[in-house]
């Protein structure tokens, strides 16, 4: 794994094969132990990894404004992100390795819901992974109600049985606006493979493992 600075951020880039599928994968920073967990899992999947590092989990992944409660609030720094992502990641990592294979998304909680997000908007990725996405967020599911995939897409999903059991009343409200998600993606002829995929636990059980299931769904390796 070659760690590179592009344009002020840390990513950890793996190369197995410039046809192959590229995962974008969004991570906090000094996440190597993730990144290793999830890769150990992988092992047999061909594919790229781009995994980027962010400062502020609650800025960068958000993509507008938001106030949770009083503790937690969101200042919408995804725009920020997503146009590093294409006008910077994205152009080095092709330009520097030669990729021409697909480009996927994959987050997990809010980096989940940026990369679908981020899906929707830039209409510049085959695929999406968003492992127990944070669908919670408010307005979510009416921006999703007026945008459509990308052409030919893939899209996993995953949620844990117990993560609509939250003490917050709005994270509580994840599983309605998970399978709501769903149903816009089951309905969009755009999409043209997708799961919603139910694991045991909340929302912080075992994240390694169910990001590991995204990528073995997305690139056909199960």
């Known amino acids: 794994m070659k760690t590179v600075e592009i344009s002020g951020r840390t990513c950890h880039i793996i190369i197995n094969g410039a046809e192959l599928p590229t995962i974008y994968w969004g991570e906090m920073k000094n996440s190597s132990e993730t990144i290793e967990k999830v890769l150990a899992h992988c092992e047999d999947v061909k594919c790229n990894y781009i995994v980027y590092e962010v400062e502020d989990w609650n800025a960068d992944f958000s993509p507008w404004e938001f106030m949770l409660n009083k503790k937690m609030s969101f200042s919408g720094g995804g725009r920020k992100t997503l146009d590093w992502l294409l006008n910077e990641c994205i152009f080095y990592c092709e330009k520097e390795y030669g990729l021409t294979g697909e ?77 709501r998600q769903y149903e816009l993606v089951c309905g969009d002829k755009n999409v043209s493979r997708h799961i919603l995929e139910c694991n045991d636990g909340g929302h912080f059980k075992e994240p390694e493992k169910r990001i590991a299931k995204g990528i073995k769904w997305i690139t056909g390796e199960v």
């Open 103 to 179: 480009r996927i998304l994959c987050g997990y909680s809010l980096a989940g819901l940026f990369s679908l997000w981020a899906f929707y908007e830039s209409q510049a990725f085959g695929g999406v992974i968003s492992c127990s996405g944070s669908l919670w967020f408010g307005e979510w599911i009416s921006y999703a109600e007026r945008h459509i995939a990308p052409q030919n897409s893939s899209v996993y999903l995953s949620l844990g049985n117990r993560e609509e059991k939250a003490r917050d009343h709005v994270m509580a409200t994840v599983g309605d606006c998970t399978r």
